[in-house]
T-cell receptor
Framework: GAGVSQSPSNKVTEKGKDVELRCDPI?????LYWYRQSLGQGLEFLIYFQGNSAPDKSGLPSDRFSAERTGGSVSTLTIQRTQQEDSAVYLCASSLDGTDTQYFGPGTRLTVL | AQSVTQLDSQVPVFEEAPVELRCNYSSSVSVYLFWYVQYPNQGLQLLLKYLSGSTLVKGINGFEAEFNKSQTSFHLRKPSVHISDTAEYFC???????????FGAGTTVTVRA
């Protein structure tokens, strides 16, 4: 079946602009995760959605970052007033119920000029 | 909280030679352990995972790993590598409470003919 998809694959933006990154999880997966991969910080957890529970936002680096998940499926990660240090690859993953293996999408490469 | 240390940042190896990638973790609770591979410009793909049971875990593409609780290690091995194994390898750990993955810094494996 189809895997996790993310769009866009690449995004170049100017400092101070807002960006939205999209993730389509595997159909039927109730858990969805966002991670960030950057040269300085490696792979780090950002936010976790599980079913209808309140999301775990403990990894979001600042209040400029937010995410939502509509209808228990598609998720959007929004970064407001982007800064150069936000440049990274943003990875989305989903799992069947939060206890199972996480399957990753190809990522969105964000470049902030 | 957990942490993961990958002891080698770069591992050059000749084709058909064996390879071992070292991973140590620290955690105050029981954990799940994973190895993911990332090929150039792609997302993360699960190689293998340890949840419980046998400490020797076999994964895809001929890889295996051994969980050693006393040494808090989860080293990855392959007896004979191919050029196509050139990639970055990540060790990751999650606990049984929230399943968020904590990643090591990664090991870049370069296979030469």
């Amino acid at each position: 079946g189809a895997g996790v998809s993310q769009s866009p694959s690449n995004k170049v933006t100017e400092k101070g602009k807002d960006v939205e990154l999209r993730c389509d999880p595997i159909s039927g997966h109730t858990a969805l995760y966002w991670y960030r991969q950057s040269l300085g910080q490696g792979l780090e957890f950002l936010i976790y959605f599980q079913g209808n529970s309140a999301p775990d936002k403990s990894g979001l680096p600042s209040d400029r970052f937010s995410a939502e998940r509509t209808g228990g499926s598609v998720s959007t990660l929004t970064i407001q007033r982007t800064q150069q240090e936000d440049s990274a690859v943003y990875l989305c993953a989903s799992s069947l119920d939060g206890t199972d293996t996480q399957y990753f999408g190809p990522g969105t490469r964000l470049t902030v000029l | 909280a957990q942490s993961v240390t990958q002891l080698d940042s770069q591992v050059p190896v000749f084709e058909e030679a064996p390879v071992e990638l070292r991973c140590n973790y620290s955690s105050s609770v029981s954990v799940y352990l994973f190895w993911y591979v990332q090929y150039p410009n792609q997302g993360l793909q699960l190689l293998l995972k340890y949840l419980s049971g046998s400490t020797l875990v076999k994964g895809i593409n001929g890889f295996e790993a051994e969980f050693n609780k006393s040494q808090t290690s989860f080293h990855l091995r392959k007896p004979s590598v191919h050029i196509s194994d050139t990639a970055e390898y990540f060790c990751a750990v999650s606990d049984l409470r929230d399943y968020k993955l904590s990643f090591g810094a990664g090991t870049t494996v370069t296979v030469r003919a």
